[in-house]
């Protein structure tokens, strides 16, 4: 039953969301300087002395209106609009230990030269890394999270799309040295704000500020954090901010999933790596980066095994205990054909981080690239378990289902990766993976004309792309279409791109597996 303070409280919340305490800030500050001015002036212009003690009573009298309609009325983007009123289901007080979902949006760079938000969306996923690590709260994931990075989106509506019950958001403003950060937790069932607190201290406490907000998050939401969670970003922190800078840059260009993007990531781990050397998440994350680029061909392993393989151990060397330097790990044994040694390295990294969804999403990566399909389906199973946004893990796991013939299973999941996929593919109208992913399932669920049509929109949008043509591919291969499916493919690796051991198990690419064509590709791609 709510309390007296409950109630006041809300009505404080109610009052700061209409803006009328600002309003009321502004009207008296504006009637105090209008009657300092008509004291100044009015006896010199030779008025009357009613003239002032009126304009004293019109203020006075005018303020109680004001107010009416402050509660009323706001202005917004220069026009006067009337504020929308909180459902009277949503007056109800929530306890805010009710919370048990949230999404982390990136911070907004307020910053005079608007030159930071490498550090704002570094800021935001640290914050998620940390937050996965509280028991009885999921976490919305990064690629969710950013679409809503322009604040354009009304909390309550973030909050339905997502299926979360609070949004953190925040602003970043450095001057000099000094960095200002604010962080607000908002309901996302009314708007109402649950918490909101000021950071301001030198660039060299970034990194106890970023463990603060995450606690006072927790704590806020009356939840435990890890103090394991909260050590990291001491542990982990590099020697200086400019290796932290480069660090970032790399991670927000490992975000962007383009090839351009990945490209460039290498870069500044290894600018990262020459401001501190000592660096282990800079080492790792060169490693992991290198690795991508082997895996999809955009330069050989003989190229940058040496690197990539070198900056895993270092990394291991200097953390032994990080769990992103072991999932890099993985994938560089597994591309260098130790199977062995890449699953005892994933299953390390899923041991010392369980809630790692790269660990879990990788680790299920290399068990399907390798024909142990009952594992992967597991280990996708428990990937989106972790991320259950990341409809693209169901998607997959549909296919290791598929390939042990577990149908109904795989039905199943097929129906709700669908319906997710399609879901997101309307808040991002522009993502060809989320179109081309949709199309392979519409075809598993027997709707060809339907997937066909989404399959054909992603190949208009990226037709130069490896992982839309080889996609597309599969949908052909599934729909029975083998010729257009063998044209995609060699398009496709004619592009330098490809992953042999994949390709080579892929239940999509069943119905084209003993093709003579097929077979010449593989070859290709095995002796590149």
């Known amino acids: 039953m709510p309390t007296w303070s409950t109630g006041l409280m809300r009505q404080w919340h109610e009052l700061r969301r209409r803006r009328v305490i600002r309003s009321v800030v502004g009207y008296l500050v504006a009637g105090w300087l209008l009657l300092q001015v008509a004291d100044v002036t009015f006896a010199p212009l030779g008025f009357p002395l009613w003239a ?21 009325y706001d202005v917004r983007a220069g026009r006067i609009v009337r504020t929308e009123p909180v459902a009277n289901a949503a007056i109800k007080p929530v306890p805010v230990s009710n919370i048990a979902s949230i999404a ?15 550090f704002c969306d570094g800021l ?32 309550r509506e973030i909050g339905r799309l997502l299926s979360v019950d609070a949004i953190l958001e925040g602003s970043v403003r450095k001057a000099g040295e000094r960095l200002k950060i604010v962080a607000q937790l908002i309901d996302t069932t009314d708007g109402y704000h649950l918490w909101s607190e000021s950071f301001e201290r030198g660039m060299e406490d970034v990194f106890a500020i970023q463990a603060e907000i995450a606690k006072s998050v927790a704590q806020a939401l009356k939840l435990s954090l890890s103090g394991s969670a909260v050590g990291r970003f001491q542990r982990y922190a590099p020697g200086n901010l400019a290796a932290y800078e480069f660090y970032l840059r790399g991670r927000q260009l490992v975000g962007a999933t383009s090839a351009t993007a990945w490209q460039e990531a290498p870069k500044m781990f290894r600018r990262a790596i020459e401001h501190d050397p000592n660096y282990a998440q800079a080492h790792a994350g060169l490693a992991d980066s290198l690795a991508q680029q082997i895996l999809w061909r955009f330069q050989t392993a003989q190229a940058l095994l040496p690197e990539a393989t070198e900056a895993a151990a270092r990394a291991l060397e200097l953390a032994p205990d990080l769990a992103e330097a072991l ?26 981080n369980p809630n790692l969804h790269e660990a879990w999403y990788y680790y299920a ?88 049509v989404l399959a054909e929109k992603a190949l208009a949008m990226h037709p130069n792309e490896f992982a839309v043509l080889y996609n597309v591919a599969c949908f052909y291969s599934l729909a029975g279409d083998c010729e257009r499916a063998l044209e995609l493919l060699e398009q496709a690796i004619r592009l330098g791109g490809g992953y042999a051991d994949w390709m080579e198990h892929d239940s999509d690419l069943k119905a084209v597996r003993e093709h003579p064509r097929f077979r010449e590709i593989l070859a290709t791609l095995k002796n590149a």
């Open 365 to 452: 990566r290399h068990c399907y690239a390798h024909g142990d399909y009952a594992h992967a389906a597991t280990l996708f199973q428990t990937a989106y378990r972790i991320r259950p946004d990341e409809y693209v893990v169901l998607a997959l796991e549909v296919g290791a289902l598929d390939a042990i013939g577990d149908r109904a299973r795989a039905d199943a999941i097929a129906k709700q990766a669908l319906a997710g996929l399609l879901h997101q593919s309307e808040l991002e109208p522009d993502n060809a993976r989320l179109l081309y992913m949709a199309a392979g399932l519409q075809q598993r669920l027997g709707h060809t004309e339907a997937g066909r």
């Open 327 to 352: 999932v890099a790990q993985g994938h560089l044994r597994s591309i260098a054909g130790d199977h062995d040694g890449a699953v005892t390295a994933f299953e390390r990294a899923v041991t010392l």
């Open 124 to 155: 935001a996923e640290e914050i998620i890394d940390s937050l996965c690590c509280v028991r009885g709260l999921r976490v919305a994931s990064r690629t969710a999270s950013f679409r809503f990075r322009d604040g354009s989106v009304d909390p």
């Open 52 to 72: 002032q003690r009126g304009l004293i009573i019109a203020v006075a009298v005018g303020f109680v209106p004001f107010c009416i309609l402050a509660w009323i």
């Open 104 to 118: 982390i949006l990136p911070f907004t760079d307020l910053s005079q030269a608007h030159d930071q938000d490498w």
